[in-house]
T-cell receptor, first 115, second 115 residues
Framework: AQSVSQHNHHVILSEAASLELGCNYSYGGTVNLFWYVQYPGQHLQLLLKYFSGDPLVKGIKGFEAEFIKSKFSFNLRKPSVQWSDTAEYFCAVMDSGAGSYQLTFGKGTKLSVIP | DAGVTQSPTHLIKTRGQQVTLRCSPK?????VSWYQQALGQGPQFIFQYYEEEERQRGNFPDRFSGHQFPNYSSELNVNALLLGDSALYLCASSLSLTQGGSPLHFGNGTRLTVT
């Protein structure tokens, strides 16, 4: 079974600081990778996704993530965070093979940005 | 607006009772997935419905069952409730034609408390 590890439970940053949230997955086959974000009081929203091709993917609101296959990692980055980035971030993986529809999530990382 | 609507938003039940949660997918979507999110955890896959049939199931007991209707809406039923079933239940919809790479659109969830 797949598993997803997010290294940090809670990250606190000041505005304009750079962000990197770690994500590692256990599955050795071909995968689709996602980052979802949940702003306070809102539903989970897709931040960005990786299916194939360029391992550096760009998402909404200036976020990007890099897929490193050899490290089974898909870390999320943002050069300069804003107070409005305060949210919980979830990394998720799906086996891209036929017959697989299950998205496996990490436990999430709560990001608090201090103005 | 989430696009995916869930009802009710909150529910309190007693151990041993049965509960039904409802979900209407985003317009144009034909696939519905259900996830359970316990406090401090990431969402866990319960099952997915497509063409009114359960297409894949996660590691949940038979007490968890579901249904999909011809209009693509869905219900999640949980029988013989346990205290451990207390969680946020998330419904997510997607398009079957892009399976594997179809991002999930989540609702706001139903908060179930079992006393």
């Amino acid at each position: 079974a797949q598993s997803v590890s997010q290294h940090n439970h809670h990250v606190i940053l000041s505005e304009a600081a750079s962000l990197e949230l770690g994500c590692n997955y256990s599955y050795g086959g071909t995968v689709n990778l996602f980052w979802y974000v949940q702003y306070p009081g809102q539903h989970l929203q897709l931040l960005l996704k990786y299916f194939s091709g360029d391992p550096l993917v760009k998402g909404i609101k200036g976020f990007e993530a890099e897929f490193i296959k050899s490290k089974f990692s898909f870390n999320l980055r943002k050069p300069s965070v804003q107070w409005s980035d305060t949210a919980e971030y979830f990394c998720a993986v799906m086996d891209s093979g036929a017959g697989s529809y299950q998205l496996t999530f990490g436990k999430g990382t709560k990001l608090s940005v201090i103005p | 607006d989430a696009g995916v609507t869930q009802s009710p938003t909150h529910l309190i039940k007693t151990r041993g009772q049965q509960v039904t949660l409802r979900c209407s997918p985003k317009s144009g979507h034909d696939t519905v997935s259900w996830y359970q999110q316990a406090l401090g955890q990431g969402p866990q896959f319960i099952f997915q419905y497509y063409e009114e049939e359960e297409r894949q199931r996660g590691n949940f007991p038979d007490r968890f069952s579901g249904h999909q209707f011809p209009n693509y809406s869905s219900e999640l039923n949980v029988n013989a409730l346990l205290l451990g079933d207390s969680a946020l239940y998330l419904c997510a919809s997607s398009l079957s034609l892009t399976q594997g790479g179809s991002p999930l659109h989540f609702g706001n969830g139903t908060r179930l408390t079992v006393t």
